[in-house]
Every structure is written in C-alpha cells, then in structure tokens.
C-alpha cells in the first residue's frame, strides 16, 4: 500500500513535467506566430474600410489603379483613364490615399 501512494504522489509530478512543457510551447507559438497574424489582419481589414473613390490602389495580382466606384463588397477600378475593371474589395493589396487639391500622395 506504500508503494502505490508513492507512485501516485511522483504521477503528479509527472503530469506537470508532461503538460508544462506543451504549454510553453503554446505561449511561443502564439506570441510569435498567432498574436501577429491577428495584427497584421486587423491592420488588413481597417485598410479595406477605409478605402474611397480616388485612392490609388494595387490589387493582389499587381494591377495598379485608382477607385471609380466602391460599394461594400465591389470596388471598379479606373486602368490608364480609359478602363474600368471590376474586383472584390478583398482583392486589393496596398491602397495609396492621394490628394485630390495637391495631387500629391502620402500613405
């Protein structure tokens, strides 16, 4: 009966030896991968809402163009003056807000 409270008292020492070490490697996977993926896809979606006609934008396939006509879920994009080209707000990568008085552009 001795031997089987030892063995029940070193379980538990070695349920804490087995779980710790998951957890730690759970704190370092979330600081370094999950908490700035999180960020970097809020930083995403606050871009996409603040986009407006007029904004030089590029879309994920490299297109450059700027806003004719944005919707919720639509954007038309206006190519070389000439072209309107139709994508999904999501399909925009990086978005340039330029200054319709000055012509000048800042980010």
Do not use: C
Not at 10 to 20: D, E, F, R, Y
Not at 81 to 102: C, E, M, P, Y
């Amino acid at each position: 009966m001795l031997n089987f409270t030892a063995a029940a008292a070193g379980g538990t020492n070695s349920i804490w030896g087995m779980v710790l070490p998951f957890v730690l490697m759970f704190a370092i996977f979330y600081f370094l991968l999950i908490r700035p993926q999180q960020k970097k896809q809020k930083q995403r979606n606050s871009m996409l809402n603040a986009l407006k006609k007029g904004d030089k934008v590029v879309t994920i396939g490299g297109l450059h163009g700027t806003i004719a006509e944005i919707t919720d879920d639509i954007v038309v994009l206006r190519v070389n003056d000439v072209t309107k080209l139709t994508f999904d707000r999501s399909a925009i990568s990086t978005a340039t807000v330029v200054n319709d008085a000055t012509g000048g552009a800042s980010k």
